[in-house]
């Protein structure tokens, strides 16, 4: 029989799962599909990246730091989006 710590811990990490498969299904739809970023968001994103690049005081020039990120979130997406497709699992 279950303590009531263990029980706890139980109930909190299968809310804990619950909610990041939620998560998960909304970052899928989110970030993958074809319209994940629209020209609305390019300056704002942009503008982001300059502003943190120069309160870091990190002596980047905004322009290619900016580049790198884009980069690099580029490439994180698309691993996270072939990373989480669903594979069909062969009949046995």
Request: with cysteine; hydrophobic share 50%.
């Amino acid at each position: 029989m279950l303590s009531k710590k263990n029980l706890a811990a139980t109930i909190v990490l299968s809310v804990a799962i619950a909610v990041l498969k939620v998560a998960h299904q909304v970052l899928s739809v989110t970030f993958c599909t074809d319209a994940h970023f629209t020209p609305g968001s390019a300056p704002l994103l942009t503008g982001l990246i300059v502003s943190l690049t120069t309160l870091s005081g990190l002596p980047f020039d905004p322009a290619i730091s900016n580049v790198i990120v884009l980069y690099l979130l580029k490439v994180g997406l698309r691993i996270f989006c072939e990373y989480t497709q669903p594979v069909d699992e062969p009949e046995l």
